[in-house]
């Protein structure tokens, strides 16, 4: 599996769980879906230009600090994870969650260099 150019730089891990065939059952007696989670590395950085903050926020993330940045190993989702994604994340050490919203990939094929290019709002757990 490939790493981005930005490997070194990573500062990010995304914990995103996705669904396994098979399920569990719990002590009460209900059904859980089996599932697995997947960790991600990524480069995120707080745009000190403030340029490239969206105009339009979505509401439920007026409060969360906007990042920028790339996915890096591996530098693109798998094919079973899809946007927008709501995850556990843990950015410099702080533990959190992101939601990353719909994403279109590059024409040039950059992101299989660079890796998939990502804006993410993140709110730290408290």
Known sequence: MSISAFGNFANAK????????GE??????NVIPGSTT?????MLLQDSRG???????PEDHINDLFLTG?????PDLP?????PLD???????????VWIPLTIKSPFLVDQI???KIQAYWRIQT
Do not use: H, M
């Open 87 to 97: 995850c556990e994340a843990e950015v410099s050490g702080v533990k959190g969650r």
């Open 70 to 74: 790339y996915l890096v190993d591996p």
């Open 114 to 116: 660079l890796g998939l």
């Open 51 to 57: 340029d490239k903050q969206p105009r339009s926020i």
């Open 24 to 29: 569990t059952v719990d002590s009460d007696g």
């Open 14 to 21: 995304l914990f995103i769980s996705v669904p396994t065939a």
């Open 38 to 42: 997947l960790e991600i590395s990524a």
């Open 79 to 83: 094919e079973n994870v899809k946007l």
